[in-house]
């Protein structure tokens, strides 16, 4: 009774609350994979490939012999603005990777924050208690960290908690999408 007692005393909604901060932590992680993956439409670039279609269409139109030069003037003012929106595109990649690394580094700072802020409010105490029928092989495994034992019973101790519901919030959000 004396891990029933800590886990009172802890609060018995720590594993869940847990396992919530783990999950929140990878779907922040898969959206901003996902932002990272999809970038974003700019005015800028809209606006030249708009330019580059009308340029060509005209200079496509203009097929005549005696119209020649003013065609090949066109195709060289879209091909000027191709590579204009080329450089600015490249650029602009850059930038959003950039910024996106930095939201990255954040993330994973924050997440070893909370991770190492959760071991050391819950080292040595049980976050949860199980039978030991439902975790046979793995009991002693669970138990790391806890300090106590329990005479049919295995306590969970907050790092194979974070292990696993790392695990199973990667696999979860494996069926989310944005």
Request: aromatic share 10%.
């Amino acid at each position: 009774m004396e891990g029933e007692k800590l886990i009172e005393d802890r609060g018995f909604l720590a594993a869940p609350l847990t396992f919530v901060v783990v999950v929140v932590f990878q779907l922040l992680s898969k959206w901003l994979d996902q932002l990272k993956k999809k970038g974003s439409k700019n005015t800028r670039e809209s606006e030249l490939r708009t330019e580059i279609k009308q340029l060509l269409r005209e200079a496509s139109a203009l097929s005549q012999p005696a119209t020649f030069a003013q065609a090949a003037k066109l195709r060289r003012s879209a091909a000027t603005k191709e590579k204009e929106l080329a450089q600015y595109l490249e650029q602009h990649h850059k930038e959003i990777k950039l910024s996106y690394d930095m939201y990255g580094k954040g993330l994973l700072a924050s997440k070893v924050v909370i991770y190492l802020i959760l071991v050391l409010c819950f080292w040595r105490t049980p976050i949860a208690i199980i039978a030991k029928q439902l975790v046979q092989p793995f009991g002693t495994l669970l138990s790391w960290g806890t300090g106590g034992h329990m005479t049919g019973h295995v306590m969970v101790g907050i790092i194979p908690w974070l292990i696993l519901s790392n695990r199973v919030s990667k696999y979860v959000c494996r069926f989310v999408e944005f």
